[in-house]
Every structure is written in structure tokens, then in C-alpha cells.
């Protein structure tokens, strides 16, 4: 049974820095893609951030780039995101989530298997 567990979230201040972690447990990911999405009140759920967990390839949405870095620890089984300089409107839920290979990496239909989610809110 996969399981993914989130972590770290909270409210900051913009310009302020969080870390999420993304524990994951029950299979080997060595062919896994694991990504971070987001969802703000009203809002579709949207592509954050992805990497292959064999190759360490890592892919951003346009509105991160620069200043979130999606990285994994192999030993603990863990997923991060390092999210610097926020902003008001990266308030949102975010979600870790899995799936098997790397095509189409920024849909979230794509993905099988989702955390619970950690509130991320930012103030002005």
C-alpha cells in the first residue's frame, strides 16, 4: 500500500521560505515520478513541480522556476520542496503525488497515488 505523507507547511510571510516533505512508504519508487501540485480555493489543481526519482530530472512550472527546488533524499524515502521568495498568491494547498514514469508529468490525472495535502498561506 503507497502512502505518501506530507509535511511543513504553514503561513509565512511573503518573501519568507518554507520546506515541504513528502514522505513516501510502501513500494520502490526507482520508477516513480514524484511531483508537488497545488490547489487554492476555487481553483483547479496545478502542476508545481516534478522529479524522476531514478534520474533526478526535475521540471518546474513557470511560476516557481527560480525559486522553488524540488529535490528526495534516498535514504529516508523522502521528497522536498524548498520554496523561497513566496507570494501571496502561492497560497494554496500543495499535494504530494506519484506515478509510474515520466510522460506527461504535469497532469494531475496522471498520477496514482496522492498525499493529504499541507496548507501553505502567505501574507502581503
Known amino acids: 500500500q503507497v502512502q505518501l505523507v506530507e509535511s511543513g507547511g504553514g503561513l509565512v510571510q511573503a518573501g519568507g521560505s518554507l520546506r515541504l516533505s513528502c514522505a513516501a512508504s510502501?513500494?520502490?519508487?526507482?520508477?516513480?515520478?514524484m511531483a508537488w501540485f497545488r490547489q487554492a480555493p476555487g481553483k483547479e489543481r496545478e502542476f508545481v513541480a516534478a522529479?524522476?526519482?531514478?534520474?533526478?530530472?526535475?521540471y518546474y512550472a513557470d511560476s516557481v522556476k527560480g525559486r522553488f527546488t524540488i529535490s528526495k533524499d534516498n535514504a529516508k524515502n523522502t521528497v522536498y520542496l524548498q520554496m523561497n521568495n513566496l507570494k501571496p498568491e502561492d497560497t494554496a494547498v500543495y499535494y504530494c503525488?506519484?506515478?509510474?514514469?515520466?510522460?506527461?508529468?504535469?497532469?494531475?490525472?496522471?498520477?496514482?497515488?496522492w498525499g493529504q495535502g499541507t496548507q501553505v498561506t502567505v501574507s502581503s
Open positions: 503525488a506519484a506515478k509510474r514514469g515520466i510522460i506527461n508529468y504535469d497532469g494531475p490525472r496522471e498520477y496514482d497515488y
Open positions: 522529479l524522476s526519482w531514478s534520474g533526478g530530472i526535475t
Open positions: 510502501g513500494r520502490t519508487f526507482s520508477r516513480y515520478t
